[in-house]
Protein backbone atom coordinates (compact mmCIF):
# COMPACT_ATOMS: atom_id res chain seq x y z
CA UNK A 1 0.00 0.00 0.00
CA UNK A 2 1.21 3.28 -1.10
CA UNK A 3 2.75 5.47 1.95
CA UNK A 4 2.02 9.67 2.06
CA UNK A 5 3.87 12.27 3.78
CA UNK A 6 1.22 13.80 5.93
CA UNK A 7 1.33 17.40 7.10
CA UNK A 8 -0.97 18.10 10.52
CA UNK A 9 -0.94 21.92 10.66
CA UNK A 10 -0.75 23.27 14.26
CA UNK A 11 -1.40 26.81 15.66
CA UNK A 12 2.06 28.04 17.29
CA UNK A 13 2.56 26.86 20.51
CA UNK A 14 0.50 23.76 19.96
CA UNK A 15 3.40 21.71 18.30
CA UNK A 16 4.40 19.24 20.81
CA UNK A 17 1.02 18.74 21.74
CA UNK A 18 0.21 17.57 18.11
CA UNK A 19 3.27 15.48 18.05
CA UNK A 20 2.48 13.78 20.76
CA UNK A 21 -1.07 13.16 20.02
CA UNK A 22 0.48 11.37 16.06
CA UNK A 23 2.67 9.38 18.21
CA UNK A 24 -0.49 8.21 20.60
CA UNK A 25 -1.76 7.03 17.16
CA UNK A 26 1.15 4.76 16.40
CA UNK A 27 3.20 7.24 13.61
CA UNK A 28 6.31 8.57 14.26
CA UNK A 29 6.43 12.07 14.10
CA UNK A 30 8.82 15.18 12.99
CA UNK A 31 7.76 18.65 15.13
CA UNK A 32 8.44 21.77 13.08
CA UNK A 33 6.91 25.05 13.40
CA UNK A 34 3.35 25.34 12.25
CA UNK A 35 3.17 21.75 12.15
CA UNK A 36 3.73 17.88 12.51
CA UNK A 37 5.55 15.57 9.90
CA UNK A 38 4.60 12.01 9.54
CA UNK A 39 4.17 9.38 7.05
CA UNK A 40 1.33 6.36 6.61
CA UNK A 41 -1.17 4.83 4.48
CA UNK A 42 -4.15 6.00 3.59
CA UNK A 43 -5.67 4.63 7.19
CA UNK A 44 -3.17 7.17 8.55
CA UNK A 45 -5.16 10.01 6.88
CA UNK A 46 -8.62 9.73 7.89
CA UNK A 47 -7.27 8.45 11.66
CA UNK A 48 -5.61 11.83 11.73
CA UNK A 49 -8.70 13.98 11.10
CA UNK A 50 -10.97 11.53 12.75
CA UNK A 51 -8.17 11.34 16.25
CA UNK A 52 -6.39 15.08 16.35
CA UNK A 53 -7.67 17.11 18.97
CA UNK A 54 -5.76 20.04 18.49
CA UNK A 55 -4.65 20.06 15.16
CA UNK A 56 -5.87 22.72 12.44
CA UNK A 57 -6.06 20.79 9.31
CA UNK A 58 -4.80 17.68 7.79
CA UNK A 59 -2.63 18.21 4.25
CA UNK A 60 -1.06 15.50 2.01
CA UNK A 61 2.38 16.80 0.37
CA UNK A 62 2.40 16.25 -3.28
CA UNK A 63 6.12 17.71 -3.60
CA UNK A 64 8.56 20.08 -3.06
CA UNK A 65 10.93 22.11 -5.13
CA UNK A 66 12.81 25.82 -5.15
CA UNK A 67 10.77 28.25 -7.13
CA UNK A 68 11.95 32.10 -7.66
CA UNK A 69 10.58 32.17 -10.59
CA UNK A 70 7.14 32.24 -12.17
CA UNK A 71 8.53 30.05 -14.60
CA UNK A 72 10.11 27.68 -12.14
CA UNK A 73 6.71 27.76 -9.90
CA UNK A 74 4.84 27.01 -13.67
CA UNK A 75 7.50 23.87 -14.63
CA UNK A 76 7.88 22.57 -10.99
CA UNK A 77 3.64 22.09 -10.48
CA UNK A 78 2.93 20.86 -14.30
CA UNK A 79 5.76 18.05 -13.47
CA UNK A 80 4.15 16.55 -10.02
CA UNK A 81 2.05 13.78 -10.81
CA UNK A 82 -1.25 15.54 -10.36
CA UNK A 83 -3.50 12.42 -12.55
CA UNK A 84 -2.64 10.41 -10.32
CA UNK A 85 -4.29 12.45 -7.77
CA UNK A 86 -7.25 14.04 -9.35
CA UNK A 87 -9.57 12.44 -11.56
CA UNK A 88 -10.85 14.35 -14.64
CA UNK A 89 -14.30 15.47 -13.06
CA UNK A 90 -11.93 17.11 -9.84
CA UNK A 91 -12.70 20.77 -8.69
CA UNK A 92 -9.57 21.96 -7.55
CA UNK A 93 -9.16 25.22 -6.06
CA UNK A 94 -5.92 26.94 -5.25
CA UNK A 95 -4.93 29.10 -1.82
CA UNK A 96 -1.50 30.49 -1.58
CA UNK A 97 0.74 31.69 0.93
CA UNK A 98 4.13 33.68 0.55
CA UNK A 99 6.90 34.24 3.37
CA UNK A 100 10.06 35.59 2.65
CA UNK A 101 9.84 34.35 -1.03
CA UNK A 102 10.93 36.37 -3.75
CA UNK A 103 7.46 34.99 -5.04
CA UNK A 104 5.58 37.32 -3.05
CA UNK A 105 2.21 37.83 -5.06
CA UNK A 106 -0.06 34.89 -3.63
CA UNK A 107 -2.57 35.47 -5.93
CA UNK A 108 -0.69 34.94 -9.36
CA UNK A 109 0.83 32.34 -7.34
CA UNK A 110 -2.37 30.66 -6.63
CA UNK A 111 -3.45 31.78 -11.02
CA UNK A 112 0.08 30.03 -11.97
CA UNK A 113 -0.31 26.56 -10.10
CA UNK A 114 -3.92 26.15 -11.38
CA UNK A 115 -2.64 26.34 -14.76
CA UNK A 116 -0.17 24.40 -14.54
CA UNK A 117 -2.06 21.85 -12.55
CA UNK A 118 -4.82 22.26 -15.46
CA UNK A 119 -1.98 21.76 -18.11
CA UNK A 120 -0.47 18.67 -16.28
CA UNK A 121 -4.48 16.70 -16.16
CA UNK A 122 -4.51 17.54 -19.96
CA UNK A 123 -2.09 14.92 -20.83
CA UNK A 124 -3.86 12.26 -18.83
CA UNK A 125 -7.69 13.07 -20.03
CA UNK A 126 -7.01 14.69 -23.19
CA UNK A 127 -9.52 17.39 -22.51
CA UNK A 128 -9.07 21.47 -22.87
CA UNK A 129 -11.67 22.02 -20.26
CA UNK A 130 -12.14 20.31 -17.28
CA UNK A 131 -15.63 20.91 -15.30
CA UNK A 132 -14.30 20.69 -12.28
CA UNK A 133 -18.06 19.15 -10.93
CA UNK A 134 -16.85 16.22 -9.05
CA UNK A 135 -15.06 16.00 -5.66
CA UNK A 136 -12.93 18.78 -4.29
CA UNK A 137 -9.32 18.70 -4.49
CA UNK A 138 -8.28 22.03 -2.23
CA UNK A 139 -4.31 22.98 -3.25
CA UNK A 140 -2.63 24.84 -1.54
CA UNK A 141 0.97 26.78 -2.56
CA UNK A 142 3.34 27.34 0.24
CA UNK A 143 6.57 29.56 -0.01
CA UNK A 144 8.90 29.63 2.43
CA UNK A 145 12.17 31.27 1.72
CA UNK A 146 11.75 30.54 -1.92
CA UNK A 147 10.85 26.80 -1.38
CA UNK A 148 7.66 26.04 -2.83
CA UNK A 149 5.97 23.16 -1.29
CA UNK A 150 2.54 21.93 -2.92
CA UNK A 151 -0.04 20.06 -1.23
CA UNK A 152 -4.35 18.29 -0.82
CA UNK A 153 -6.17 19.60 1.81
CA UNK A 154 -7.39 16.56 3.51
CA UNK A 155 -10.05 18.11 5.86
CA UNK A 156 -12.36 19.88 4.09
CA UNK A 157 -12.95 22.86 6.50
CA UNK A 158 -10.67 23.21 9.37
CA UNK A 159 -10.47 20.59 12.47
CA UNK A 160 -11.86 22.88 15.03
CA UNK A 161 -15.55 22.49 12.96
CA UNK A 162 -16.65 19.43 15.26
CA UNK A 163 -20.06 19.36 13.85
CA UNK A 164 -21.46 20.17 17.40
CA UNK A 165 -21.11 23.42 17.98
CA UNK A 166 -24.05 25.67 16.27
CA UNK A 167 -24.59 28.07 19.09
CA UNK A 168 -21.19 30.12 20.44
CA UNK A 169 -20.60 33.06 22.68
CA UNK A 170 -19.37 36.71 21.67
CA UNK A 171 -15.57 35.54 21.89
CA UNK A 172 -15.55 32.25 21.11
CA UNK A 173 -12.07 29.61 21.84
CA UNK A 174 -11.89 27.60 18.78
CA UNK A 175 -12.15 23.72 19.65
CA UNK A 176 -8.74 22.71 19.10
CA UNK A 177 -7.40 25.07 21.00
CA UNK A 178 -9.62 24.33 23.67
CA UNK A 179 -8.21 20.58 23.50
CA UNK A 180 -5.03 21.76 23.83
CA UNK A 181 -5.53 23.30 26.92
CA UNK A 182 -7.09 20.65 28.60
CA UNK A 183 -4.03 17.86 27.23
CA UNK A 184 -1.60 20.80 28.44
CA UNK A 185 -3.33 20.37 31.70
CA UNK A 186 -3.08 16.22 31.89
CA UNK A 187 -6.05 16.10 33.20
CA UNK A 188 -7.70 12.44 33.12
CA UNK A 189 -11.63 11.71 33.46
CA UNK A 190 -11.06 10.66 37.44
CA UNK A 191 -10.41 14.32 38.18
CA UNK A 192 -12.98 17.12 38.83
CA UNK A 193 -12.77 20.09 35.84
CA UNK A 194 -14.45 23.15 36.61
CA UNK A 195 -14.29 26.52 33.54
CA UNK A 196 -16.04 29.43 35.94
CA UNK A 197 -16.08 31.09 32.35
CA UNK A 198 -17.16 28.44 30.21
CA UNK A 199 -19.20 30.61 27.63
CA UNK A 200 -20.63 27.98 25.19
CA UNK A 201 -19.30 25.40 26.36
CA UNK A 202 -15.71 24.64 24.26
CA UNK A 203 -13.50 23.34 26.96
CA UNK A 204 -15.81 21.43 28.77
CA UNK A 205 -17.22 19.85 25.86
CA UNK A 206 -13.78 19.25 24.92
CA UNK A 207 -12.97 17.56 28.13
CA UNK A 208 -15.90 15.42 27.91
CA UNK A 209 -15.09 14.12 24.58
CA UNK A 210 -11.15 13.82 25.95
CA UNK A 211 -12.37 12.11 28.47
CA UNK A 212 -14.73 9.85 26.99
CA UNK A 213 -12.43 8.63 24.14
CA UNK A 214 -14.91 9.98 21.77
CA UNK A 215 -12.57 11.07 18.07
CA UNK A 216 -13.48 14.96 18.16
CA UNK A 217 -14.61 13.88 14.29
CA UNK A 218 -16.57 11.57 14.63
CA UNK A 219 -19.64 14.09 13.95
CA UNK A 220 -18.86 15.11 10.78
CA UNK A 221 -17.22 14.11 7.41
CA UNK A 222 -13.69 15.06 6.03
CA UNK A 223 -12.90 15.70 1.82
CA UNK A 224 -10.49 13.00 1.59
CA UNK A 225 -13.39 10.37 2.22
CA UNK A 226 -15.32 12.09 -1.20
CA UNK A 227 -11.73 10.89 -3.00
CA UNK A 228 -12.48 8.08 -5.32
CA UNK A 229 -8.78 6.59 -4.65
CA UNK A 230 -9.35 6.31 -1.17
CA UNK A 231 -10.35 2.83 -0.42
CA UNK A 232 -13.75 2.61 1.06
CA UNK A 233 -12.03 -0.45 3.34
CA UNK A 234 -9.72 2.10 5.05
CA UNK A 235 -12.41 4.67 5.74
CA UNK A 236 -14.86 2.16 7.26
CA UNK A 237 -12.01 0.47 9.37
CA UNK A 238 -11.36 4.02 10.56
CA UNK A 239 -15.15 4.77 11.90
CA UNK A 240 -15.30 1.58 13.08
CA UNK A 241 -12.22 2.15 15.48
CA UNK A 242 -13.97 5.10 16.56
CA UNK A 243 -16.89 3.37 17.71
CA UNK A 244 -14.96 0.52 19.32
CA UNK A 245 -12.75 2.58 21.63
CA UNK A 246 -15.52 5.21 22.52
CA UNK A 247 -16.37 5.13 26.56
CA UNK A 248 -19.96 6.53 25.82
CA UNK A 249 -20.70 5.98 29.22
CA UNK A 250 -17.59 6.76 31.71
CA UNK A 251 -18.89 9.04 34.02
CA UNK A 252 -17.55 12.34 34.31
CA UNK A 253 -17.13 15.32 36.78
CA UNK A 254 -17.39 18.15 34.69
CA UNK A 255 -18.48 21.39 34.92
CA UNK A 256 -19.13 24.77 33.33
CA UNK A 257 -20.75 28.40 34.96
CA UNK A 258 -20.90 31.35 33.51
CA UNK A 259 -23.14 34.44 34.52
CA UNK A 260 -24.63 34.70 31.05
CA UNK A 261 -28.38 32.56 30.63
CA UNK A 262 -27.95 32.75 26.96
CA UNK A 263 -24.30 31.05 26.48
CA UNK A 264 -25.61 28.77 29.23
CA UNK A 265 -28.37 27.81 27.48
CA UNK A 266 -26.09 27.68 23.96
CA UNK A 267 -23.52 25.12 26.07
CA UNK A 268 -25.86 22.86 27.17
CA UNK A 269 -27.34 22.59 23.48
CA UNK A 270 -23.94 22.10 22.23
CA UNK A 271 -23.40 19.01 24.75
CA UNK A 272 -26.47 17.57 23.68
CA UNK A 273 -24.83 17.60 20.37
CA UNK A 274 -21.68 16.46 21.38
CA UNK A 275 -23.71 13.37 23.08
CA UNK A 276 -22.56 14.45 26.62
CA UNK A 277 -25.56 15.98 28.25
CA UNK A 278 -25.00 13.78 30.88
CA UNK A 279 -21.15 14.35 31.46
CA UNK A 280 -21.43 17.92 31.61
CA UNK A 281 -23.04 20.54 34.11
CA UNK A 282 -23.75 23.50 33.19
CA UNK A 283 -25.00 26.28 35.56
CA UNK A 284 -25.40 30.02 35.51
CA UNK A 285 -23.32 31.47 38.18
CA UNK A 286 -20.90 33.89 38.74
CA UNK A 287 -17.07 33.54 39.23
CA UNK A 288 -17.21 34.97 42.90
CA UNK A 289 -19.64 31.85 44.00
CA UNK A 290 -17.11 28.76 42.78
CA UNK A 291 -16.63 26.65 45.94
CA UNK A 292 -16.33 22.54 45.96
CA UNK A 293 -16.41 20.02 48.45
CA UNK A 294 -14.08 18.14 46.40
CA UNK A 295 -10.44 17.91 47.78
CA UNK A 296 -8.95 17.87 44.23
CA UNK A 297 -9.66 19.32 41.01
CA UNK A 298 -8.38 21.32 38.02
CA UNK A 299 -9.81 24.56 36.81
CA UNK A 300 -9.20 25.27 33.26
CA UNK A 301 -10.61 28.92 32.07
CA UNK A 302 -9.81 31.09 28.98
CA UNK A 303 -11.67 34.49 31.08
CA UNK A 304 -12.21 37.69 29.38
CA UNK A 305 -8.92 39.50 28.32
CA UNK A 306 -10.52 43.26 28.00
CA UNK A 307 -8.36 44.22 25.37
CA UNK A 308 -9.94 47.44 25.12
CA UNK A 309 -8.28 50.74 27.31
CA UNK A 310 -11.73 51.08 28.65
CA UNK A 311 -11.76 47.51 30.08
CA UNK A 312 -8.32 47.43 31.55
CA UNK A 313 -9.65 48.25 35.33
CA UNK A 314 -12.57 45.89 34.90
CA UNK A 315 -10.48 43.23 33.88
CA UNK A 316 -7.69 44.02 36.48
CA UNK A 317 -10.34 43.55 39.12
CA UNK A 318 -11.79 40.54 37.67
CA UNK A 319 -8.05 38.62 37.52
CA UNK A 320 -7.65 39.84 41.39
CA UNK A 321 -10.96 38.54 42.27
CA UNK A 322 -9.84 35.46 40.66
CA UNK A 323 -6.69 35.02 42.64
CA UNK A 324 -8.92 35.30 45.91
CA UNK A 325 -11.76 32.82 44.74
CA UNK A 326 -9.21 30.25 43.23
CA UNK A 327 -6.76 30.52 46.61
CA UNK A 328 -9.72 29.28 48.71
CA UNK A 329 -9.29 25.72 46.35
CA UNK A 330 -5.87 25.48 47.66
CA UNK A 331 -5.09 21.78 46.57
CA UNK A 332 -6.47 22.32 43.42
CA UNK A 333 -4.41 23.06 40.05
CA UNK A 334 -5.54 26.14 37.91
CA UNK A 335 -5.01 26.39 33.78
CA UNK A 336 -5.94 29.92 32.79
CA UNK A 337 -5.40 31.80 29.49
CA UNK A 338 -4.74 35.12 29.64
CA UNK A 339 -3.33 38.07 26.81
CA UNK A 340 -2.26 40.62 29.59
CA UNK A 341 1.29 40.64 31.09
CA UNK A 342 -0.05 41.88 34.31
CA UNK A 343 -1.87 38.88 34.89
CA UNK A 344 0.36 37.25 37.20
CA UNK A 345 0.69 40.48 39.67
CA UNK A 346 -3.18 40.80 39.31
CA UNK A 347 -3.75 36.99 39.96
CA UNK A 348 -1.55 37.78 43.10
CA UNK A 349 0.86 34.22 42.19
CA UNK A 350 3.50 33.96 39.91
CA UNK A 351 2.58 30.46 37.67
CA UNK A 352 4.27 27.19 37.83
CA UNK A 353 4.57 27.06 34.37
CA UNK A 354 3.64 29.61 31.54
CA UNK A 355 3.18 28.42 27.99
CA UNK A 356 3.20 31.01 24.87
CA UNK A 357 0.32 30.25 22.80
CA UNK A 358 -1.77 32.05 20.06
CA UNK A 359 -5.59 32.36 20.28
CA UNK A 360 -6.61 33.05 16.38
CA UNK A 361 -3.80 36.16 15.83
CA UNK A 362 -3.72 37.04 19.06
CA UNK A 363 -0.75 36.40 21.52
CA UNK A 364 -1.81 34.41 24.36
CA UNK A 365 -0.10 32.73 27.40
CA UNK A 366 -1.23 29.36 29.19
CA UNK A 367 -0.56 30.31 33.10
CA UNK A 368 -0.30 26.79 34.95
CA UNK A 369 -1.05 26.66 38.70
CA UNK A 370 0.29 23.59 39.80
CA UNK A 371 -1.85 22.33 42.87
CA UNK A 372 -0.54 18.89 45.59
CA UNK A 373 -0.59 15.62 43.22
CA UNK A 374 -3.88 13.85 44.73
CA UNK A 375 -4.09 10.22 46.18
CA UNK A 376 -3.38 7.72 43.51
CA UNK A 377 -6.70 6.09 42.41
CA UNK A 378 -8.84 8.61 44.44
CA UNK A 379 -11.67 9.41 42.12
CA UNK A 380 -13.33 12.48 43.12
CA UNK A 381 -12.16 12.89 46.53
Given amino acids: MATYRILAMTAA ?4 VVGQEVRDLGYEAAVENGRVVFEGDQSAIIRANLWLRSADRIRIQIGEFDAVTFDELFEGTKALPWPQWLPEDAEFPVEGKSVK ?12 VKKAVAESLKSKYKLDWFPENGP ?19 SG ?8 KHLVGDAPLRETMAAGLVLLSRWNADTVLWDPFCGSGTIPIEAGLIGRQIAPGYFRTFSCEQWPWMERRSLQR ?12 RPLEIIGTDTDTRVIKAARRNAAKAQLDDAIHF ?3 DMEQLQSSRRYGKIITNPPYGERISEYREVSHLYRQMGIVFGQLDTWSFYILASHPKFESWFGRQATKKRKLYNGSLRVDYYQF ?12
Avoid: M, N
Fill in 136 to 154: RFPIEVSLLKDRAVLTLDA
Fill in 370 to 381: FGPRPPRGDRWS
Fill in 13 to 16: GLES
Fill in 101 to 112: STLFSVSDCQAI
Fill in 283 to 285: QVQ
Fill in 157 to 164: SGLHRRGY
Fill in 238 to 249: ARQEVLELAQWD
